[in-house]
Antibody, heavy 122, light 107 residues
């Protein structure tokens, strides 16, 4: 059974950076594609980007380009999402999730981490 | 970016009711649509993918249909554990986007 376990809640000052981790178990990490999705309080879901760990290739949503960096460490089966220049609007729960590929196309997110609350406050 | 618009945004229903949620895409997304259920304080849970394929372990009262720009999620007989928020998601083009959500509450 695949499990994605994320790091704990963070409180950050405006202008600083945060790095959230997502450790995978129960499968072959090198075959995964890991995504990051955030959810502001009482709001919907927003896709931030993804990484294919075995290649290190990434895709980012234009909205976060230049502020987000997604990396992965195959030796520890862990993906990371770092968001810089934090502002109050970045206060949200950040989720990692695995996307499934079928017939060469991405299909759905089947496993999700438990979420990490990042609070940005002075 | 592809916009997904869900309707209604809020739905009040009783146990046993048949419930239908619609997701409309701003452009043709073929069948690259997934549906998720989210309970408060929890991660989303996959229900349906490829517009109409039921994820393993999901009760058969959930079904999905549609292609192109119009999709529906149907719960044939609402159960107490189904009161939650539902999201659709497109995965045909970046950035992958979600609908704004439909909250299903007890009448």
């Amino acid at each position: 059974q695949v499990q994605l376990v994320q790091s704990g809640a963070e409180v950050k000052k405006p202008g600083s950076s945060v790095k959230v981790s997502c450790k995978a178990s129960g499968g072959t990490f090198s075959s995964y594609t890991i995504n990051w999705v955030r959810q502001a309080p009482g709001q919907g879901l927003e896709w931030m980007g993804k990484i294919i760990p075995v290649f290190g290739t990434t895709n980012y949503a234009q909205k976060f380009q230049g502020r987000v960096t997604i990396t992965a460490d195959e030796s520890t089966s862990t993906a990371y999402m770092e968001l810089s220049s934090l502002r109050s609007e970045d206060t949200a729960v950040y989720f990692c999730a695995r996307v499934v590929s079928k017939s060469g196309s991405y299909s759905h997110f089947d496993y999700w981490g438990q979420g990490t609350l990042v609070t940005v406050s002075s | 970016d592809i916009q997904l618009t869900q309707s209604p945004s809020f739905l009040s229903a009783s146990v046993g009711d048949r419930v239908t949620i619609t997701c409309r895409a701003s452009q043709d997304i073929s069948s690259y649509l997934a549906w998720y259920q989210q309970e408060p304080g929890k991660a989303p849970k996959l229900l349906i993918y490829a517009a109409s394929t039921l994820q393993s372990g999901v009760p058969s009262r959930f079904s999905g249909s549609g292609s192109g720009t119009q999709f529906t999620l149907t719960i044939s007989s609402l159960q107490p554990e189904d009161f939650a928020t539902y999201f659709c998601q497109q995965l045909i083009s970046y950035p992958w986007t979600f609908g704004q959500g439909t909250k299903v509450e007890i009448k």
